[in-house]
């Protein structure tokens, strides 16, 4: 978790609205919840699909790998902006929230085949993903749903004293760029490629199992930048150990979109409920003191929006 004041990070609406695998790791909330509409909290528990509301817990798959966002703590639990948001409406809802760590690329099939109610780990919501669509625009599985809480944007991280002007998309043509595989920064820079070269020039991709392993290739000079989310983007030029290292290339987003809680198309019920629920975390104020512990409040949204994503 960042220690020290964050300078300001890349241009973001304040309370934006939100349109634009190892073994399971227990998390439970203790948190109150402050009184609501009389009868509107146990009304939303007994909307709860019956498979969920019988055990008692929410099961979310979640990459643990991407501080500060998903990570676990000094003492291996899960920590961080989702858990601890998924914590917050788990209390509301009377439930325990169990996370299982697996790689980013399974959690969306793991929503689909039913191995886990949600998927909360920095998952950007898009049509595409939606729609279940390939990049050729063709089906390739059944999409999901999303419940977005999160404003955030692509930024490019480099090595401190950097003087490349990467300012743009094409900026990055004729460099080696390093992504963490299976994130929209993967996506987006696959894309690229194909549009360099008009530029004449290439752009090289390097793809890694975590974004540390990424950011360690900016570090040795083999790639000029780290494409990653705004939330990790600041925590990497901002911590301790990484500040002086390391710093954001420029000071807006080469894309921009919303987290989303992720849910298979088919659950519906789960979906409304939780939408509702993070409605009441934000309006009773929780949700603005996670944002504010890891300092990305200038992410933060009004209401939770459905498939807000473009």
Known sequence: MPSRPVPAPPVLPVRAAAVLGAGGLLLTGCGSTPATAPGAQDTLRARLPKAVKAAGV????????????????????????????????????????????MPFDKLIPAVQNKQIDLAMSAVIDTKQRQLGAADDG?????????????????????????????????????????????????EFATRQIGACPRTGKQLQVHRF???????AEVGSGVAVADLNDYPVAQYNTTTPDRAGKFQLANTHFLQSGPYGITVAKDNTVLRDVVSKALDQVIRNGGYDKILAKWNVAPGAVSSAVVNGGL
């Not at 999901?144 to 490349?164: C, E, H, I, P, R």
């Not at 199992?209 to 950011?215: E, G």
């Open 58 to 101: 929410l099961k979310i798959g979640s990459y643990l790998n991407y501080p500060p966002v998903d990570f676990r703590d000094s003492n291996a639990k899960p920590a961080g902006l989702d858990p601890e948001i998924a914590t917050a409406i788990g209390d509301y809802l009377g439930l325990r929230v169990e996370f299982t760590d």
């Open 209 to 215: 199992d975590t974004d540390d392993q990424a950011l």
């Open 138 to 186: 063709h089906q390739a599985n059944p999409g999901v749903d999303f419940v977005d809480y999160f404003t955030t944007g692509t930024s490019m991280v480099v090595k401190t004293g950097n003087q490349l002007p990467l300012t743009t998309v094409d900026s990055l043509c004729g460099h080696t760029v390093a992504v963490q595989r299976g994130t929209l920064q993967d």
